[in-house]
């Protein structure tokens, strides 16, 4: 029995083209992989409704969902199933023979990966696909969640690439396919941008807004995050489940640190570069393979500046269920607390602008981490504002607008005893009060009076002079 074909289909048009032209040789052998959630299944189930592959294969069409299958064994037994077959101890011959006979055949393996990935099933189901595409009248199309195709396949040519995100203009059309146009474009995208364009995400969220309206939705996103759209019935449907199934696949298993590492970038959406990943000095064990298992997994990504980066909807399940513990922050945190010292240290020199061009590519990695030790009783809280301060600073010098951080720092300084935190901090700030909302201005210039007396610093004492 066929699956039904996709309701709405958008976004994946140039993909589909692609395939089809692959259809142009006689026995085509093709891998649609990505991200769980990006619309592997969707695309593979147009394509077996398409007009051209009705035509090609008429009733020769089937489309196995291997999620089930825990062998080869089970794999074949799913394939004989569909072919009408008695079920049997291994199948594997039979149903090799049967796809044999008689006429093209189209055989699509969804969610391969399920029976693929563990180590003890990988080699037996890598030499059944041999053999399935030794059947000269046989095309096969596998879906698998990651970005490793299975070896021992002569995968025709050019090979597909992974699925990305869905561009804006078409996430609109499939959000509005479902939940009509009768929102807010803004609030559309708002809600857009939670998904970073996944067809399962705005899947969901279209059928949350449809019932509750796009600024419900938006609030219940600032409390609820990913379980807003995790209420599916099954695995296809339930966001949540499907990130779980890629975190619980014997490749993230085996390299049990990549929970860590994707743990920490789920704070970090400017994403990581190799040399940052090296250099922060993390409390993980073999990280570059760590990073390798998320790449295979497509839990993660690299971006055009071959950073290390995690899509939304994961970013908020990994810092809801799984955040990352503070030896995996505090390493990071000194590394950026040293770039932001440099900066301020050689802020004019030729030198800065490597520190300008460092601190850019992190600027909302940088927030996140002083965020987080800014609350009474953490123990780089005083770091944290100094962070701050320096932050303040280059914000000043490259023209950004305001830091959410700032109204933080002014609601914990009368609770720190830290003067050589607090000075330089109120000094900046008074020179930013274009910019920033300063609550009884002159009451703080007299504190800070106050706390430079302790300090014998001329360089900023000048600093404060000139800013008030």
């Given at each position: ?127 059944f ?5 030794d059947?000269?009248?046989?095309a ?17 040519r ?12 078409a ?124 790449l295979?997994?497509a ?8 950073r ?44 800065s ?18 965020q ?22 280059f ?54 009076l ?19």
């Amino acid at each position: 029995m066929l699956p039904a074909e996709p309701k709405i289909f958008h976004g994946r048009e140039s993909e589909l083209a692609d395939i089809l032209k692959h259809f142009e040789q006689s026995t085509p052998r093709i891998a649609i992989l990505g991200a769980g959630g990006m619309g592997k299944t969707s695309l593979a189930q147009a394509v077996i409704h398409h007009e051209e592959i009705v035509i090609k294969y008429q009733g020769n069409r089937l489309f196995v969902a291997c999620d089930t299958a825990a062998s080869k064994a089970e794999l074949a037994g799913l394939i004989g199933a569909h072919l009408g077959m008695e079920p049997g101890k291994d199948l594997t011959r039979a149903v090799l023979d049967r796809l044999s006979e008689g006429s093209p055949t189209l055989l699509i393996l969804d969610n391969l990966e399920t029976v693929w990935e563990p180590a003890e099933s990988r080699k037996e189901v890598e030499e059944f696909l041999s053999l399935l595409t030794d059947i000269t009248n046989l095309a096969l199309m596998i879906t698998m969640r990651g970005a490793e195709r299975p070896s021992k396949v002569q995968w025709t040519r050019p090979f597909l690439p992974s699925l990305e995100p869905l561009a804006q203009e078409a996430a609109r059309k499939v959000f509005i396919a479902i939940a009509e146009d009768r929102h807010p474009m803004e609030e559309i995208d708002q809600v857009l941008s939670l998904t970073d364009n996944m067809p399962l995400s705005i899947n969901l969220l279209a059928h949350a807004v449809d019932v509750e309206g796009t600024t419900a939705i938006l609030l219940r996103w600032q409390r609820e995050h990913t379980s807003v759209i995790s209420e599916g019935y099954d695995r296809r449907s339930n966001l949540e489940s499907s990130i779980l199934l890629s975190l619980e696949s014997p490749r993230i298993m085996s390299t049990p640190y990549s929970k860590a590492l994707l743990s920490l970038l789920s704070i970090l959406p400017d994403g990581l570069s190799d040399a940052e990943l090296k250099q922060s000095k993390f409390a993980i064990q073999d990280i570059l393979d760590c990073k390798r298992a998320l790449l295979h997994t497509a839990l993660a990504y690299t971006d055009d500046h071959k950073r290390l980066k995690v899509l939304v909807p994961i970013r908020e399940y990994m810092a809801k269920f799984r955040p990352p513990t503070e030896e995996m922050i505090g390493p990071l945190f000194k590394h950026f607390q040293e770039l932001l010292q440099v900066y301020f240290v050689d802020r004019g020199k030729q030198s800065s602008a490597l520190y300008v061009e460092r601190l850019t590519s992190n600027y909302t990695n940088i927030q996140n981490i002083i965020q987080n030790g800014l609350y009474l009783g953490h123990p780089d809280l005083a770091d944290s504002i100094s962070c701050t301060s320096h932050l303040l600073l280059f914000n000043s010098n490259i023209g950004k607008g305001p830091i959410p951080l700032v109204d933080k720092v002014i609601t914990l300084l009368p609770f720190s005893e830290d003067h050589r935190a607090k000075a330089p901090f109120t000094v900046w700030l008074l020179g930013n009060s274009r910019t920033y909302s300063i609550p009884h201005p002159e009451a703080l210039i007299a504190q800070t009076l106050e706390w430079l007396k302790t300090l014998d610093d001329p360089d900023l004492e000048g600093m404060f002079t000139f800013s008030v």
